[in-house]
Structures are given as structure tokens and as C-alpha cells.
Nanobody
């Protein structure tokens, strides 16, 4: 049984930083691409970023590019999302996901975490 668990959410002021972490168990961690989605209140779920199985390739949404960095540690089996220059519009529940294949492009989502709340407010 695959378990996906996010942590690191919280309240941060505009312009601040936060790092989310995600642990995945129940599958061979470095066989799959991993990523982050988010959902703000009354908005559709949005794909934020993805990283391939080795960490050598990443992609980002327009809103995340230049401010967020996704990375993974295959030894520790942890996925990260470093978020800098946070804005109020980044307020959302952030979900960690596993993908079905090693690469992000064209790969459907396989598993979802329960999500972690990020609130950007002064």
C-alpha cells in the first residue's frame, strides 16, 4: 500500500519562504516521477511542479517558475518543494503526488497525499 505524506505547511508572511517535504512509502521511490499540485479555495486544482525519477529534469507552472524549486533525495526518499517570495495567491492546500512513470511528460498521476495547508498572509 502506497502512502504519501506531506509536511512543512503553515502560515508565512508575504515575501517569505517555506519548504514542503513529502515522504513516500510502499513503492520503489526512484522508479517514479514525483510532483506537487495545489488547490486554493473555490479554484480548480493546479499542477505546480514535477521532477523526473533521477531529479535531472523538472517543470513548473507559470505561477511557480522562478520562485519555487522542486527536488528529491532518492537516498532519503523525500521530495521537497522550496517556495520563495511567497504571495497571498499562493495560499492553498499543497498535495504531493507520484506519477505512473519515470518521466513527467505524459505521465498520469498515480497516488495523492492528503495535503498540507500553506497560508500566506500578514
Amino acid at each position: 500500500q502506497v502512502q504519501v505524506v506531506e509536511s512543512g505547511g503553515g502560515l508565512v508572511q508575504p515575501g517569505g519562504s517555506l519548504r514542503l517535504s513529502c515522504t513516500v512509502s510502499g513503492l520503489t521511490f526512484d522508479n517514479y516521477a514525483l510532483g506537487w499540485f495545489r488547490q486554493a479555495p473555490e479554484k480548480e486544482r493546479e499542477r505546480v511542479s514535477c521532477v523526473n525519477w533521477s531529479g535531472s529534469s523538472t517543470d513548473y507552472s507559470v505561477s511557480a517558475k522562478g520562485r519555487f524549486t522542486v527536488s528529491r533525495d532518492n537516498t532519503k526518499k523525500i521530495l521537497y518543494l522550496q517556495m520563495n517570495s511567497l504571495k497571498s495567491e499562493d495560499t492553498a492546500i499543497y498535495y504531493c503526488v507520484t506519477y505512473k512513470y519515470r518521466y513527467c511528460e505524459g505521465s498520469p498521476v498515480r497516488d495523492w497525499g492528503q495535503g498540507t495547508q500553506v497560508t500566506v498572509s500578514s
